[in-house]
């Protein structure tokens, strides 16, 4: 098989592209370890455990099922059905089973509502220092679209198969 039709030459990152890529990916990796070093010293909760917390706490009845909390968390059901494992032994999330299907809900409790509560303050307090105290107004607004409008094509990629195995 002819190797250069496998592999066409790539459209090469052009040096604007290749600056903002690098400050992208600088972004990406930084600040996720950041939260997740606030919240485990402050809370001993990871940026997940957070997310997923907070997540059902925002739903009016603390209840979502599983496949919906995944897509809501960005993740795979295997990695979230771990973490609710886990929130479960903390007695912070319960499981409940939905009547004639092999879903489940995830119910936060009481305890896990007082945790994500306390836990709060001390994240958005963390988010505002790293990312917005540096922003006005327009650029947190630009900031939100060009936001959407890469999710929007990162999940069409995603769609058509770029970046899977």
Known sequence: MDESAEHPDPLWLTDRQQAAWRSLVALVTRLPAALDTQLQRDSSLTHFDYFVLSVLSEDPDRRIQL???????????????????????????????????????????????????????????????????????DEVERLGTLSSVMLAQLDKGIAEGTGKA
Not at 92 to 101: D, L, M, T
């Open 67 to 137: 496949r919906d909390l995944a897509k809501f968390a960005n993740a795979s059901l295997s990695r979230l059905s771990h973490v609710v494992t886990k929130l479960e032994k903390l007695g912070w999330v319960q499981r409940e089973s939905i009547e004639g299907s092999r879903g489940s809900y995830a119910v936060l409790t009481d305890a896990g509502m007082d945790k994500v509560v306390a836990a709060a303050p001390g994240h958005v307090a963390t988010v505002q220092a790293l990312l917005f105290a540096g922003l006005n107004d």
